[in-house]
């Protein structure tokens, strides 16, 4: 009886010990490079109270937390800890960026030093590096959002479950754009390092742009209401070549004409009265987020919450609300309203990136 039960101990103990092995974090075990997935919260994951006086609103909070970081992260596993890259997104709305860590479960939290490694204005983000004690330690980040005009609070930890060793996603997510661009380059010369290059790129190589000449693209030139509405009909694929318009200001001669009487037919442009459109007249920016958020609903496309809530400054009544939708929904930025400026004449290029972004998200 003494042996068997000296027996049960041994293998209990034995089967302990390898329960324990199977059970520690992979990080605990051997040092690498990971990619794994991005956990934002924007209430406090201790007390489930939110920490910036924001909105009560949790999920649009959540929303907006989630619209700012990047879904992957590369964690390198070291004998002192962890470094962790992340992919910070929307970066031109973003200021003063605080990290802080919590050193153990539900315990206090020290600040942390960054370092920006790498930015881009094409994608407007950046890829912050920072020390933590392990891999899925939670981070505490306070910055303040411009559009918002406050400071913002919310917390972030890598899903250490989701771990695959030997992959960096943010890396070959970065290859793949410049492989793309690379075999993509248009013959512009005058698009050189201008912020919009790749999404100029992208949409000339779609067939939803030309250039004024075979070398140049003059992307900071002024869109016309033409322009604008003609590339919208391309990118729709819209057989229009039989339409005419009675807007008396349009000459149906003109190569702008049938996507004016599409779009006008179906919805997506109005004219300034019943009987002009003023098609050579540049399209402002909150009159391009208008006709882009019309043109969704044309397409049945539903947007989604991919971005804080813009500024609506200045901003005509009329346009606020598909302002405000084409802003969450990613496809207006900072930076292609000219600093949130939507009594300004979007450029070439402004459209250009509003065209990337809708197409990027939802398609054509």
Known sequence: MIKFF???VSHILILSVLLTIFTVNIFAV???TYTMDTITYYVNPDTGATDDGGTGNIEL???MCRSAVYEKAVVEQTDEGAVITVRMLLYSNLSDIKLSVQEKTKGEYSNIKYSVIKESASNDSADIKFKAPSADSLIRVKMYVVPMSREVCFYMKCDADTAVKSTD????QEQKEEKLSENTKTSFTDINNHWAEKEIEEVVNKGLFSGITETTFEPDKEMTRGMFVTVLGRMSGEKISNMTTNFKDVDNGKYYAPYIAWANKNGIISGISETEFTPDVSVTCEQAA????KYADYKNIVFENRSISPSITGVSEWAKENVIRAGKAGIITKQNTNGYNY????TRADVASMLSNFTEYYGN
């Open 290 to 293: 208008v006709i882009l958020s």
């Open 30 to 32: 051997e040092n690498g």
């Open 343 to 346: 009594n300004s004449s979007a």
């Open 169 to 172: 996603d943010v890396v070959v």
């Open 61 to 63: 909070g959540e929303g």
């Open 6 to 8: 000296n027996k049960a």
